[in-house]
Each structure stands twice: as C-alpha cells, then as structure tokens.
C-alpha cells in the first residue's frame, strides 16, 4: 500500500519517479558491488599468484637471501624449519604476528591488523620448510577507499539527475492521459455525441478509449430509445386526452342549468 500525501495517494508520476529512483540505486549499488568484488578479487589473486614464486625464490636462497638488510621489512616474513625451530623471523612478526594467525600451508588468511597496518597472512611450504609472510594491504586499501569515495560524489548528483529526469520522463509519459481526461471532463448529457480521440495514443490508452466511446455509444443509444419512448407515449396520449377534454367540454355545456325556483 502506496503512503499517503496530505491525506491523499501521491500521483501516479511521483510513484512512476520513486520507482525509477528505487531501480537506479539498485542498479548503481549493484555495479558498485561488482566493482569492489572484482577489484578485490584481482588483487588477491595477482598477490597470491606472486607469493608463491617469490617464497621459492627465498627457499632456494635463503642462506644469502635472509641476510640482506631490511629484506623482510616491506613485508614480514618468518621461516620454519622441517622439525619446528624458528630458522628465521622478523622483528615484526615477533611482536605482532602469532603463529596460529596463520593459515595452513597453501592457504590464506583475511585481512589482519598489526602495528596499525592491514596485512593478508599466507603460508607455503617447500621440502618441509614453512614459509609464513605478511603482505601489506593499507596502501591498497587506501588507493581502493579513494576510488570509493570519488564514485560516491560521482554516483549522488547521478542519482539527483535521474530522479529529476525520470519525474520529467513520467510527466511526459503521462501527458497522453491528461488529455484523455480532458476529453472525458467534456462529455456531457448535451455532447453524447463527443468521442474520445484515440490518434498518437499509446496502445494501452487507446483501449480504455476505445471502452469508454463504447459506452457512450450504449449511453447515447440509450436516450434515443428513451426519448423515442417519451415521444411515442406522448402521440399515444395525445387523442384519448383529446377525447376525454371534448366530452367533458360537451358534458359541461349539455348540463341543465340551475332551478330558477
């Protein structure tokens, strides 16, 4: 049920704007959830699809590799051995990262928060060897909320001017219906004779157009037979009236006259 304005249903062109409105958010949301999941999407895979070959790259060298100064700072990195001990670990991992944080070896894990950074966590193995590294998401998380927020003041005038035009789309949708009421206000007990026009209607109008010339050719047909009928009863009458006046007349004159006694 349709609310109310004043006490009264709003028109059908501000129902035909809402819902056009309603569409266009529906619409926009959806297009910016398939941004969103499509961008994130690539990017997890082209980070996943890179860790894996850059882990094998550490595992093949990783006496020289672990050794070069701030290689692990970008992104976190802590290395296992097959029994268990800690061959090597980042001072960052040590603080912020726990071991069972981390997926199994060949997952991945959501996005996780530490020293006020977001990271996505994963873990491969190579001969035994764990490999669990941090990659840094903020950056990327940043770059993505500003595409956000620049299609957020992109999507609200959006939205205001398709409001404005679907309310000008529905008043000129509806302009063949006003002038089919027009037509019908002129239809009087004098204009039976007046039929609505159906020329540049759309389908739909041109039959309700079509019923209600229908009707007023029964109405009109109508009133012909009823105002024959009056015609015929009154030519019926006509004589028996007639006739009834003169004998009353000739009564009246043949009375007797009043005793003069």
Same mark, same amino acid.
């Given at each position: 049920?349709? &609310? ?5 249903? #709003? ?7 809402? &819902? ?55 992104? #976190? ?13 980042? #001072? %960052? ?10 997926? #199994? ?11 006020? @950074? ?10 035994? &060897?764990?490999? @669990? ?7 990327? &998380? ?34 063949? %219906? ?84």
């Amino acid at each position: 049920m349709f &609310w109310k304005i004043g006490g009264r249903p #709003p028109s059908l062109a501000v129902r035909l704007t809402v &819902w056009y409105a309603a569409a266009v958010i529906v619409l926009l949301a959806t297009a910016v959830a398939a941004v969103h999941l499509s961008v994130t999407w690539q990017s997890d895979q082209d980070e996943a699809g890179a860790v894996g070959p850059y882990l094998a790259k550490v595992h093949a060298s990783r006496e020289l590799f672990l050794k070069i100064p701030g290689v692990d700072e970008e992104s #976190p990195l802590r290395v296992i051995e097959p029994d268990g001990r800690i061959f090597h670990e980042s #001072p %960052l991992f040590a603080r912020e990262f726990p071991e069972a944080s981390f997926p #199994p070896a060949g997952g991945r894990a959501e996005s996780f928060t530490a020293n006020g @950074q977001r990271y996505i966590l994963y873990t491969r193995e190579f001969d035994g &060897w764990r490999y @669990q590294i941090g990659c840094p998401r903020t950056g990327e &998380w940043a770059i993505i909320g500003l595409v956000y927020r620049n299609m957020a003041i992109a999507v609200v005038p959006t939205l205001a001017a398709a409001v404005l035009s679907g309310f000008l789309i529905a008043q000129a949708g509806l302009r063949p %219906l006003r002038r089919v009421a027009a037509e019908v206000r002129a239809v009087s007990a004098d204009s039976l004779h007046h039929r609505v026009g159906i020329g540049g209607v759309p389908h739909e109008l041109a039959d309700v157009a079509d019923s209600f010339n229908a009707t007023l050719d029964r109405l009109s047909a109508a009133v012909i037979r009823l105002d024959q009928f009056a015609a015929d009863v009154a030519h019926e009458l006509r004589t028996p009236v007639h006739n009834l006046r003169t004998a009353a007349e000739l009564a009246l004159r043949s009375a007797p006259g009043p005793d003069p006694r």
